[in-house]
């Protein structure tokens, strides 16, 4: 006779009528990966507009961005030890025009080790001039502020973008 036995089950179970096994064997199943799922990491994704009123330049509205970003990014990170990478996209407005100021994109390591706001923003370089910060002393726009900085730039711009099609 082999070691492996072959056994008819069919008459020794007595059948549970008030309970199907299917739905014991689900809940069970539900149960044990509720509790076993592991620690996943959470990117947080901040967006704050920041009012250009009565900022006397651009650079003290650039200032007090940066500020508030650095600030934020400790802030979530001291208070949410789950959150693992903080995004913030920091929009200026002036009279209803919303413009990119900053993006900062940083995990938590990358912050521990070097807090240094810089290092992990990128900056938009036309945001003073769509703001109307950019102007000459007098108030009045100069005359290369009123067309584009250089015709040659631009299109070079353009033509380095992939989507730009020359036909």
């Given amino acids: 006779m082999s070691v492996f036995r072959q056994f ?6 007595a059948p549970v009528k008030t309970i199907p096994v299917k739905i014991i064997l689900v809940a069970t ?9 592991p620690a996943r990491a959470q990117p947080k994704s901040l967006n704050f507009v920041l009012s250009s009123e009565g900022m006397p330049s651009f650079a003290r509205l650039m200032q007090q961005a ?9 802030q979530e990170f001291d208070r949410k030890p789950k959150v693992t990478e903080i995004t913030v996209t920091v929009v200026g407005d002036r009279n209803g025009q919303q413009v990119p100021l900053l993006h900062t994109k940083v995990s938590r390591v ?6 240094v706001l810089s290092h992990w923003t990128r900056y938009f370089s036309n945001s ?6 950019s102007s000459s002393p007098n108030g009045t726009a100069t005359d290369s502020q009123r067309t584009p900085v250089n015709v040659n730039t631009a299109r070079r711009l ?3 973008d992939p989507a ?4």
Avoid at 66 to 74: A, D, P, V
Avoid at 110 to 115: H, I
Avoid at 128 to 133: N, T
Wanted: net charge negative.
């Fill in 128 to 133: 003073a001039l769509l703001l109307g910060f």
């Fill in 158 to 160: 353009r033509e380095d």
């Fill in 8 to 13: 008819r089950l069919s008459g020794a179970i």
């Fill in 110 to 115: 990358d912050w521990r080790s070097q807090p």
């Fill in 29 to 37: 199943m539900c149960v044990s990966c509720w509790y076993s799922t």
């Fill in 164 to 167: 730009y099609r020359d036909d």
């Fill in 66 to 74: 940066e500020s508030q970003t650095s600030k934020l990014i400790q």
